[in-house]
């Protein structure tokens, strides 16, 4: 694979200039490999889209010599005081959501079942890591995607996990791209941390996620291309969200701890139902085989995790689709009739959520 280039590394930047901000239920991610893009890069773009969040580049520069020493972490959203972590040897130097070796990381929240919200692990063990102080100190220990992955593993296992959901979008300098879906392990399992699945998305294909988890069933014997928290089914059967009974192979990561409902259909997974309609085919198969599930009326019909798409995909591509607001598709915010006069796409949250509805 190619690796990232300077330009494609500023690119990066650019396409997550917003990747400081975020709102509940409105980020979008879009992972692109090398064999997918135009240039042969791999490009990770996300979106943050609130009307009351602006864009930050966050710094931390590289450190040396302070192993041992205590780290106050505060919860990214909030400001709030977490908690301690003791510091590394050597830390990278990080802007925005990269760091000096060309890791970049996105996120966006699903939530999932309210029962393993993170909350309840920092209230009653005290638990310390929020998903966004995770993804930048993250950044700042690890060089690949794996070592990501691994790293995310060590530091909730030791610190524990405060957030919701999370599905996060990791790429590396070679090319490799990743997608990784975790949820708190709760607070009567007996063990700090989370659960997780992580998948690397094929070279040549595109992979996306708009605060829904998307990982369903996934391979337990191809450690090349999928990761695992070796409990991650121990931990749905523990709270009664799985059959003991059950065969483990046909554990569905979604289905238990973020089952699909209407809202998340049509709020949710419609993003991505658009995304890749645009890119899958020229004939439209793509669209009308999920615009059922995007509209939330066919719920069972999940969509693939990833595809191919038609056509290799360009910077300027990547960015067209992120500024997409389903135009030309049964979905057109600009129809509704809370686009006003001027057929807006940008609609006021109550109006969206009442349009969710009325597409349905």
């Known amino acids: 694979m190619k690796p990232i280039s300077i330009s494609s590394m500023l690119s990066l930047t650019i396409l997550l200039l917003l ?8 980020c979008t991610d879009l992972l692109v490999t090398p064999g997918a893009s135009a240039d042969g890069s791999a490009m990770v ?12 580049l966050y710094h931390y520069p590289r450190t ?58 920092h209230k009653s063990l005290g638990a310390v890591f929020d998903y966004g102080s995770l993804i930048y100190i993250t950044l700042q220990r690890a060089k690949t995607a794996v070592e990501a992955i691994r790293t995310i593993d060590t530091l909730l296992n030791e610190y524990g996990y405060v957030s919701e959901g999370e599905s996060f979008s990791i ?9 990784m879906e975790l949820i708190s392990r709760g607070d009567t399992y007996g063990k700090l941390g989370a659960v997780w699945v992580a998948q690397k998305i094929p070279d040549g294909y595109v992979g996306a996620h708009a605060n829904q988890a998307r990982t369903t069933t996934f391979p337990r014997d ?5 990761l695992y928290a070796e409990d991650v089914v121990d931990v749905a059967v ?9 065969d483990p192979k046909d554990f569905s990561f979604s289905d238990v701890y973020n089952p699909i409902q209407f809202l998340s259909a049509r709020m949710s997974e419609a993003r991505v139902w658009s995304l890749f309609s645009s890119i899958a085919d020229i004939d439209g198969s793509f669209e009308k085989k999920y615009q059922d599930y995007a509209s939330g009326k066919d719920i069972k019909n999940r969509m693939p995790l990833f595809i191919k798409p038609h056509k290799k995909l360009s910077l300027a591509d990547v960015m067209h689709l992120m500024n997409s607001h389903y135009e ?19 609609l006021p949250p109550k109006t969206a959520v009442s349009a969710a509805n009325e597409f349905a």
């Not at 773009?45 to 930050?56: E, H, I, M, P, Q």
């Open 45 to 56: 773009a996300y979106n943050a889209d609130s009307v009351v969040l602006y864009g930050v």
């Open 64 to 121: 040396h010599g302070r192993e041992g020493e205590l780290r106050d972490i505060y919860e990214w959203d909030t400001g709030k005081y977490m908690g301690q972590i003791k510091e590394v040897n050597f830390t990278y130097n990080v802007v925005g959501n990269s760091n000096e070796h060309g890791l970049v990381i996105g996120e966006s929240t699903f939530g999932g079942v309210s029962i393993l919200d993170g909350s309840k692990q």
């Open 19 to 26: 990747s400081s901000v975020r709102s509940i239920r409105a």
């Open 238 to 246: 523990h709270y009664g969200l799985y059959p003991p009974s059950a």
């Open 171 to 179: 790429s590396e300098r070679s090319g490799d791209v990743w997608m």
């Open 328 to 346: 030309g598709t049964p979905l057109d915010s600009s129809m509704d009739s809370g686009a006003g006069i001027f057929a807006s796409p940008h």
């Open 222 to 226: 191809d450690p090349d291309n999928c």
